[in-house]
C-alpha cells in the first residue's frame, strides 16, 4: 500500500539528505482535478519526481525554471500539434486525447518538446501534460482547489537568483543520455 511505501522513503531519504548540496526530493502525493490532466488519478502510493523532459530535477527551484523555459518555448510562435496529451502507467486517458505512444516516444526521445511536459518517476511510471493546457488550466486549478498563488514567494526569490548565476553554479547537469 501507499501508506507503507512512505516508511521506506523516509528511511531512504535519511541516509540521502544532503549528500548533494540544493538537492530536495519532490513528492507527488496527490493529483489536483481538471480536464488538462484527465485520465490520470491517484494511486495510493507517493511518487518521487525523478526528470522532467529527461532531465534530472534537483529541486523546486529548478523544477519551476525548467517548466518556465517549456512555457516559453510553447509561446515563442513554434507549431502545436493543439490538444491535450495524456498518456501513462497510471490512468486509462479516457476522455483526453490520449497520446499515442509514437508520440511519447517522439517528444521523450528528443530530450522532450516544448509542447510536452513529461514527468518521470523513481517508480518508472510517467505523466504526459500537454506545456499550453497546463498554463492555460493554471488560475482555474488555483481557484478551484483554493491555492493562493501557484508558487511561493520563496521559490520565485530563488528562481530569480538562480537565473542570474552563473552556469557552474546552476543545479541540474544537463539531460539524460
Not at 531519504?13 to 548533494?20: G, L, M, S
Not at 518556465?68 to 509561446?75: E, F, I, L, P, Q
Not at 488555483?142 to 552556469?167: F, N, Y
Request: with cysteine.
Amino acid at each position: 500500500s501507499g501508506y507503507l511505501k512512505i516508511y521506506d522513503f523516509i528511511d531512504e531519504q535519511v541516509h540521502e539528505f544532503r549528500k548533494e548540496p540544493g538537492k530536495e526530493s519532490i513528492v507527488l502525493i496527490d493529483i489536483l482535478a481538471c480536464d488538462t490532466n484527465f485520465g490520470y488519478y491517484f494511486r495510493q502510493s507517493w511518487r518521487v519526481l525523478d526528470t522532467l523532459n529527461n532531465e534530472k530535477v534537483v529541486n523546486m527551484v529548478h523544477l519551476y525554471n525548467m517548466y518556465m523555459d517549456a512555457c516559453k518555448g510553447v509561446n515563442s510562435g513554434a507549431p502545436r500539434d493543439g490538444g491535450t496529451e495524456a498518456e501513462g502507467s497510471e490512468g486509462s486517458g479516457t476522455g483526453a486525447k490520449a497520446a499515442g505512444e509514437g508520440m511519447v516516444r517522439s517528444a521523450a526521445g528528443n530530450g522532450g518538446t516544448d509542447d510536452f511536459l513529461i514527468f518521470r518517476f523513481k517508480d518508472k511510471s510517467r505523466i504526459v501534460l500537454g506545456t499550453a493546457e497546463c498554463q492555460a488550466s493554471e488560475k482555474e486549478v488555483l481557484e478551484q482547489h483554493g491555492i493562493p498563488k501557484a508558487v511561493s514567494d520563496g521559490i520565485l526569490k530563488r528562481a530569480a537568483k538562480e537565473k542570474t548565476a552563473e552556469p557552474s553554479e546552476k543545479p541540474g547537469g544537463g539531460t539524460l543520455d
